[in-house]
Nanobody, 114 residues
Framework: QVQLVESGGGLVQAGGSLRLSCAVS????????IGWHRQAPGKQRELVAF???????NYADSVKGRFTISRDNAKNTVLLQMNSLKPNDTAVYFC????????WGQGTQVTVSS
């Protein structure tokens, strides 16, 4: 079992920055990939970014060049640095991890005002 706890969401003006953190606990040694999805009101959940066990990263086109995903292995944490935020980045952001199945955190709200 893997447990994921997100933090770092909040309210920010357009053009601002936020950093989301996902604390990983449990049987994390089998995780193949870990990252973030988001879900805006009335929309489907969509992939934002993920990082694999070998350090490869992947980003949605909508966030490339603005968001950066990284891992702090010493703290068992995955970070999502979000810069140049736009109002359409407003969503609940969910941390997820995959080994033999998918695990999800409870989500953290990010609101970007115009």
């Amino acid at each position: 079992q893997v447990q994921l706890v997100e933090s770092g969401g909040g309210l920010v003006q357009a053009g601002g920055s936020l950093r989301l953190s996902c604390a990983v606990s449990g049987s994390s040694f089998r995780i193949n990939a870990i990252g973030w999805h988001r879900q805006a009101p009335g929309k489907q959940r969509e992939l934002v970014a993920f990082i694999t066990s070998d350090g490869s990263t992947n980003y949605a086109d909508s966030v490339k060049g603005r968001f950066t995903i990284s891992r702090d292995n010493a703290k068992n944490t995955v970070l999502l640095q979000m810069n140049s935020l736009k109002p359409n980045d407003t969503a609940v952001y969910f941390c997820y991890a995959v080994d033999l199945r998918a695990y999800w955190g409870q989500g953290t709200q990010v609101t970007v005002s115009s």
